[in-house]
């Protein structure tokens, strides 16, 4: 696919589900939803010209660390080392929330600029005017956000004597401000 380099950014979001088998439990974890094996997300993606990749990249972050401050959510963001990132990831970030009931911080988003190694396996390529040869694009994505996690750390750090708090950027969605 060859886009126009006015075409660019491309930016699209889904709802999906994740299936992923966790390696290295041993049978520790299993239940609950520390390791779901299926779970449903929010997809953000970009396809975005190569000299803005990684402003766009902040963008993303930015979105999902707003999304999180929304919902009132005690959360770290990591940057990840070469190590921790997958082999088409050129930078990676994680979100994690802190779920209180575990005493411990749990994954719930992260978000990477592949730069141009998926584009290339796609062959997706974009053509600035003048020139005649195309030129291979970044793409980008972030889960914005891991769904069962979110409501988890919801329902672990909200308990009060009153009942479960609902964030108040919920309040609308839900109708109430609390669980009794």
């Known amino acids: 696919m060859i886009l126009d380099a006015r075409e660019l950014p ?46 766009s990249l902040e963008e993303m972050v ?23 990132m997958s082999f088409t990831s050129a930078l990676t970030y994680d979100f994690e929330v802190f779920a209180a009931a575990q005493n411990r911080w749990l994954e719930v988003s992260s978000v ?23 030129v291979l694009a970044h793409t980008l994505n972030g889960s914005a956000l891991a769904l069962p996690r979110i409501v988890a750390s919801l329902l672990e ?10 964030p108040s950027v919920l309040h609308s969605f839900t109708g109430f401000d609390r669980i009794e």
């Open 10 to 55: 491309v930016k699209n979001t889904a709802y999906t589900p994740c299936f992923r088998r966790e390696a290295g439990s041993y049978g520790k974890d299993v239940r609950g939803l520390n390791r779901l094996h299926q779970f449903d997300k929010v997809e953000i993606v970009q396809i975005q010209h190569p000299d803005h990749s990684y402003a």
């Open 157 to 166: 750090n909200n308990q009060t004597d009153a009942g479960i708090l609902i």
């Open 112 to 134: 990477s600029n592949f730069e141009s190694f998926q584009a290339n396996r796609l062959k997706l390529r974009f053509r600035e005017e003048g020139n005649k040869k195309p």
């Open 62 to 84: 930015d979105h999902v660390e707003n999304l999180v401050k929304k919902l009132e959510l005690p959360y770290r963001i990591l940057k990840l080392c070469g190590g921790d």
